[in-house]
């Protein structure tokens, strides 16, 4: 098991709990094989590479007792896929809950509806990774299909769990300005107030012949994104667009730093300046 203490802001979460610690856990392995995959030595790791102190017990109860040692307020199931290790994902959300914790699926979103519903009544909050809006990208690039992961987004709104998505941009794969519309109008259509967090690729893994993602790309995208009605729109992986601001009146109301908040002007959920209720979970 790796585990490590994270700013929700990491996840990356901006409309969940700001400010506070999260207590992530992962386990090795993925059921995507990701090319570009930014943490492919856990991810794409065999149980016979696991070390011995990976392979140490790390019950469901010593991870809820360490996050409320921790002082975090949430458990995240993040770094590899959380569906790999659902069975564990499940009890120690049970347990999270019952200790007054909240619990975050950071996933791929390849789930079935049935996994979606036993977990339910435990998961509060997830960021969904949508890679691409073509099939044929996720079948060579992830050995997946797309449109599982277009359902668990839908369904995972459709059963009142906050959600958050994100989608790695990377030069020559998904960065044409069709397929970026083609995500934008997607999630617009689900829920025009879903966060989209736009992120800077790095060259990593198998993918170290393509270029780091232009800065100018990911304005791109968030223009796309404006532009197909989306409301709240961050780019990830850089020092700038990562503040909130109401999307009525346009003024700051979230101002944060590199995967950190610096302070928040949120009244009971609503823009200081206007009233405009601004969707998320804050407390």
């Known amino acids: 098991i790796a585990s490590h203490i994270d700013p929700i802001e990491k996840k990356p979460m901006y409309h ?23 943490n492919w030595q856990i991810s794409q790791a065999s ?8 392979r140490q ?12 040692a921790n002082h975090c307020r949430s458990i995240s ?23 007054g914790l909240y619990n975050i699926f950071v996933t791929n979103g390849y789930m079935t509806r049935q996994a979606l519903e036993m977990i339910r009544p435990y998961l509060d909050a997830a960021n969904v990774d949508l890679k691409s809006f073509s099939d044929n990208s996720y079948k060579k690039n992830c050995k997946a ?3 599982p992961v277009l ?27 069709d397929e970026l519309k083609h995500i934008a109008e997607f999630l617009a259509k689900v829920d025009h107030m879903i966060p989209w967090h736009v992120s800077r690729f790095h060259p990593d893994y198998e993918f170290t012949d393509h270029k780091a993602t232009p800065l100018e790309t990911l ?45 928040s002007q949120l009244k009971d959920g609503r823009c200081p300046h206007c009233g405009a209720i601004i969707a998320g979970v804050w407390s």
């Open 57 to 68: 017990e790390f019950p469901p109860e010593k991870v809820v007792e360490e996050a409320r």
């Open 145 to 147: 299909r797309l449109e």
């Open 77 to 99: 199931y993040t770094y590899t896929e959380p569906t790999i290790f659902f069975e564990y994902a499940l009890d120690t959300a049970r347990l999270a809950h019952e200790a």
């Open 219 to 263: 304005h791109k995208a968030k223009e796309i994104g404006q532009q197909a009605g989306l409301s709240y729109i961050y780019l990830g992986n850089v020092l700038e667009g990562v503040n909130t601001f109401c999307h009525q009146c346009r003024k700051l109301i979230i101002e944060r730093h590199y995967m950190g908040m610096n302070r």
């Open 16 to 38: 969940f709990l700001p400010g506070s610690q999260s207590f992530s856990i992962a386990t090795i392995g993925c059921n995507f094989r990701c090319g570009f995959c930014q």
């Open 151 to 177: 359902e668990t987004i839908s369904t995972m709104k459709s059963l009142g769990i906050w959600v958050e998505v994100t989608t790695l941009v990377i030069p020559g794969e998904n960065d044409s300005d």
């Open 47 to 54: 149980t016979k590479e696991s070390d011995a102190h990976s």
